[in-house]
């Protein structure tokens, strides 16, 4: 079974549609990259996977079981209780192009805040597994730091670090590193490099094409709400068969 | 203009302002209590997705700012027991404090949702992706981020509400300025009286004052960086 379905997804704004039935299996331990021009839905659809966003029509399942919603005996989707969803949401991990690290707690402790406020780990122990995690990211030493007193790439790593620290079984990163100067963007990459090495199962926005290439293991290519392409990147770089993923190679490499 | 010093001094030195200070204070404590819880419901109000809630804030907002106080207090006294045929006849001190409370809670609805939108709506969603409830991510992330903002003009609404509390006069309660009010209605040292009445005045605001700079040292300054003892032991 997939670790994650996504099955005919329509998600509207308004008037809007934005996904336009996408459809989307990932394996455990695969690395997916999401690439498509501005506006074509790869935020939204992330957004989608841990229900930050509601869907209108389709379904999304994590670990086999839908996100946000159960199935009521009339077989049409229902918003679940909030509790319910905020535990399903604490297994998947996000990473924000912005960080989003919280601004009035030390890197720490915006570390250890999920684990002991939501899994109930003790402080202590919550403590002791953040600090190893801050080294494995390479910032042990900036614990007790506030977030605006760290570069861009530091926060990132800081953000990678605490979405770990809930012991994700997906994690989904939103371009975590097109906020950053450019000499930022390799520590962010290494750390993401290393993280997909250990096994862990990735869904990534990104517009770093080397990321791409050497790290995922497939290639979705999203235009106007669906998808229109997929498969390995080599395959999708070298003889990509939709014009629209033509044209956008074009451009972007 | 002859000013009785000793009409002075013996004012200033009575006890007689003693208990109607403490009035004060617990009328402006009391009511600002109310008014902050109030304005928390109100500003949840106003923010939240159902447009029910939303109406219910603006016109709590619309009515009770747009509505002297004086006239709100004398309804909750007055007003009140004749509209209820009697059910409702609050004694003064709580009638007063409802009304101000009730009328302030206007106010700290709009300073509170202001503290709320100023909190960068990338943090909620963080809190959100790690699993936390509405509630926990109202608590825990997104409010003492707004306290920052949301502290300094309640501070000011507090002093505020301290003068505010002398128009319970109207309705005959017995905090500072009414107690100034039966004193000179007896002796005609208008001048004298209201001058100790001030004075009263200032030094509770300048105490509240005080404790203002101390709840803003506590939670609005940033945070330096505390050497932390962490990364010393293990850095
Ligand atoms: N909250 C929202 N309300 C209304 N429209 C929205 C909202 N979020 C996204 N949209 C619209 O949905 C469409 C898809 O947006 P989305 O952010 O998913 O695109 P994207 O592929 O991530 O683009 P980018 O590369 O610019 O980040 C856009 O047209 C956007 O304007
Ligand atoms: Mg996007």
Same mark, same amino acid.
């Given at each position: 079974?997939?670790?994650?379905?996504?099955n005919?997804?329509?998600?509207?704004?308004?008037?809007?549609?934005?996904?336009?039935?996408?459809?989307?299996?990932?394996?455990?331990?695969?690395?997916?990259?999401?690439?498509?021009?501005?506006?074509?839905?790869?935020?939204?659809?992330?957004?989608?996977?841990?229900?930050?966003?509601?869907?209108?029509?389709?379904?999304?399942?994590?670990?086999?079981?839908?996100?946000?919603?159960?199935?009521?005996?009339?077989?049409?989707?229902?918003?679940?209780?909030?509790?319910?969803?905020?535990?399903?949401?604490?297994?998947?991990?996000?990473?924000?192009?912005?960080?989003?690290?919280?601004?009035h707690?030390?890197?720490?402790e915006?570390?250890?805040?999920?684990?002991?406020?939501?899994?109930?780990?003790?402080?202590?122990?919550?403590?002791?597994?953040?600090?190893?995690?801050?080294?494995?990211?390479?910032?042990k030493?900036?614990?007790?730091?506030?977030?605006?007193e760290?570069?861009?790439?530091?926060?990132?790593?800081v953000?990678?670090?605490?979405?770990?620290?809930?012991?994700p079984?997906?994690?989904l990163?939103?371009?975590p590193?097109?906020?950053?100067?450019?000499?930022?963007?390799?520590?962010?990459?290494?750390?993401m490099?290393?993280?997909?090495?250990?096994?862990?199962?990735?869904?990534?926005?990104?517009?770093?094409?080397?990321?791409?290439?050497?790290v995922?293991?497939?290639?979705?290519?999203?235009?106007?709400g669906?998808?229109?392409?997929?498969?390995?990147?080599?395959?999708?770089?070298?003889?990509?068969?939709?014009?629209?993923?033509?044209?956008?190679?074009?451009?972007?490499? | 203009?002859?000013?009785?010093?000793?009409?002075?001094?013996?004012?200033?030195?009575?006890?007689?302002?003693?208990?109607p200070?403490?009035?004060?204070?617990?009328?402006?404590?009391?009511?600002?209590?109310?008014?902050?819880?109030?304005?928390?419901g109100?500003?949840?109000?106003?923010?939240s997705?159902?447009?029910?809630?939303?109406?219910?804030a603006?016109?709590?907002?619309?009515?009770?700012?747009?509505v002297?106080?004086?006239?709100?207090?004398?309804?909750?006294?007055?007003?009140?027991?004749?509209?209820?045929?009697?059910?409702?006849?609050?004694?003064?001190?709580?009638?007063?404090?409802?009304?101000?409370?009730?009328?302030?809670?206007?106010?700290?609805?709009?300073?509170?949702?202001?503290?709320?939108?100023? $909190?960068?709506?990338?943090?909620r969603? &963080?809190?959100? =992706? #790690?699993?936390?409830?509405k509630? !926990?991510?109202?608590? %825990?992330?997104?409010?003492?981020?707004?306290?920052?903002?949301?502290?300094?003009?309640?501070?000011?609404?507090?002093?505020?509400?301290?003068?505010?509390?002398?128009?319970?006069f109207?309705?005959?309660?017995?905090?500072?300025?009414?107690t100034g009010?039966?004193?000179?209605?007896?002796?005609?040292?208008?001048?004298?009286?209201l001058f $100790?009445?001030?004075?009263?005045?200032? &030094?509770?605001? =300048? #105490?509240?004052?005080?404790?203002? !700079?101390?709840?803003? %040292?506590?939670?609005?300054?940033?945070?330096?960086?505390?050497?932390?003892?962490?990364?010393?032991?293990?850095?």
């Amino acid at each position: 079974m997939p670790l994650v379905e996504i099955n005919n997804v329509h998600k509207r704004f308004g008037e809007l549609e934005v996904l336009k039935g996408v459809s989307l299996d990932v394996e455990a331990g695969e690395v997916v990259v999401l690439l498509g021009a501005s506006g074509s839905g790869k935020t939204t659809l992330l957004r989608c996977i841990n229900h930050l966003e509601t869907i209108h029509d389709g379904e999304i399942k994590v670990a086999g079981e839908l996100v946000g919603y159960t199935r009521g005996k009339d077989g049409k989707l229902r918003e679940e209780k909030d509790a319910i969803t905020s535990a399903k949401r604490a297994r998947i991990g996000m990473v924000f192009q912005r960080f989003n690290l919280f601004a009035h707690l030390t890197v720490l402790e915006n570390v250890t805040e999920a684990p002991v406020q939501v899994l109930r780990v003790p402080l202590a122990e919550a403590r002791s597994r953040a600090l190893d995690l801050l080294a494995s990211v390479g910032l042990k030493d900036k614990a007790g730091y506030y977030p605006h007193e760290l570069s861009g790439g530091q926060q990132q790593r800081v953000a990678i670090a605490r979405a770990l620290a809930m012991e994700p079984r997906l994690m989904l990163f939103d371009e975590p590193t097109s906020a950053l100067d450019p000499e930022l963007v390799g520590e962010v990459l290494e750390t993401m490099r290393r993280l997909a090495a250990s096994g862990m199962t990735m869904i990534v926005v990104t517009h770093e094409m080397s990321f791409a290439r050497e790290v995922a293991d497939r290639v979705i290519m999203m235009a106007d709400g669906q998808v229109i392409e997929e498969g390995p990147p080599a395959q999708l770089f070298s003889a990509p068969s939709h014009p629209r993923t033509k044209a956008f190679l074009a451009r972007i490499l | 203009m002859v000013f009785d010093s000793s009409a002075f001094f013996e004012t200033l030195f009575s006890s007689t302002f003693l208990i109607p200070a403490l009035t004060t204070l617990g009328i402006t404590f009391v009511a600002m209590a109310l008014a902050i819880m109030l304005g928390f419901g109100g500003a949840l109000a106003a923010l939240s997705r159902y447009r029910g809630l939303r109406w219910l804030a603006q016109g709590y907002l619309g009515f009770f700012r747009g509505v002297p106080v004086l006239v709100q207090i004398v309804f909750w006294y007055n007003a009140l027991p004749v509209l209820t045929d009697n059910a409702i006849n609050l004694p003064a001190l709580i009638a007063g404090t409802i009304a101000l409370g009730l009328n302030e809670g206007a106010y700290m609805t709009e300073i509170i949702r202001s503290g709320l939108i100023s $909190v960068d709506p990338g943090q909620r969603e &963080a809190a959100r =992706a #790690l699993g936390m409830t509405k509630a !926990k991510a109202m608590r %825990r992330i997104v409010m003492p981020q707004a306290l920052k903002v949301i502290i300094p003009p309640t501070g000011n609404q507090f002093i505020a509400m301290l003068k505010t509390t002398s128009l319970l006069f109207a309705i005959a309660v017995p905090e500072i300025f009414s107690t100034g009010t039966n004193i000179y209605s007896q002796n005609f040292k208008y001048f004298e009286v209201l001058f $100790v009445v001030s004075i009263w005045y200032l &030094a509770l605001t =300048a #105490l509240l004052t005080g404790l203002q !700079k101390l709840i803003e %040292r506590r939670f609005v300054i940033r945070p330096r960086r505390n050497t932390p003892i962490l990364a010393q032991e293990h850095g």
